[in-house]
C-alpha cells in the first residue's frame, strides 16, 4: 500500500515562496508518474506539475500554463521524495495541493495515489 504524505504549505503573502514535499512509503516510486494537483473551493482539482524519469539520467517534467515559470517539480529517488517549489506566489494559487503517483498525464483519474493535501494560501 502506497502512501504519500505532503507538507510545506501554510499561508504566504503574494510574490513570496513556498516549498512542498511529498514523501512515499510503502514502495519505491522511481519508476512512477508524480503529480500535484490543486483544488481551490468550489473548483475542480486541477493539474499543476509532473514529473517521470525519462532514461538515461534525465526525467521529463509538465506544467499547467498558470503555473509555467513559476513552479518547479522535482524528485529525489533516494528519499523517495518529490518537491513542488512554488515561486512569485499568487492570490489565485491558494488551493488545498495533493501530491499523487501514477501514470503520466493532466487528468486526475491517471493517478491511483494520492496524499491528503496540504493547504497553500496566498494573500494580496
Known amino acids: 500500500q502506497v502512501q504519500l504524505v505532503e507538507s510545506g504549505g501554510g499561508l504566504v503573502q503574494a510574490g513570496g515562496s513556498l516549498r512542498l514535499s511529498c514523501a512515499a512509503s510503502g514502495r519505491t516510486l522511481s519508476s512512477d508518474t508524480m503529480g500535484w494537483f490543486r483544488q481551490a473551493p468550489g473548483k475542480e482539482r486541477e493539474f499543476v506539475a509532473a514529473i517521470r524519469w525519462g532514461g538515461g539520467g534525465t526525467y521529463f517534467a509538465n506544467y499547467a500554463d498558470s503555473v509555467k515559470g513559476r513552479f518547479t517539480i522535482s524528485k529525489d529517488n533516494a528519499k523517495n521524495t518529490v518537491y513542488l517549489q512554488m515561486n512569485s506566489l499568487k492570490p489565485e494559487d491558494t488551493a488545498v495541493y495533493y501530491c499523487?503517483?501514477?501514470?503520466?498525464?493532466?487528468?486526475?483519474?491517471?493517478?491511483?495515489?494520492w496524499g491528503q493535501g496540504t493547504q497553500v494560501t496566498v494573500s494580496s
Open positions: 499523487a503517483a501514477g501514470n503520466w498525464g493532466v487528468m486526475p483519474d491517471k493517478y491511483a495515489y
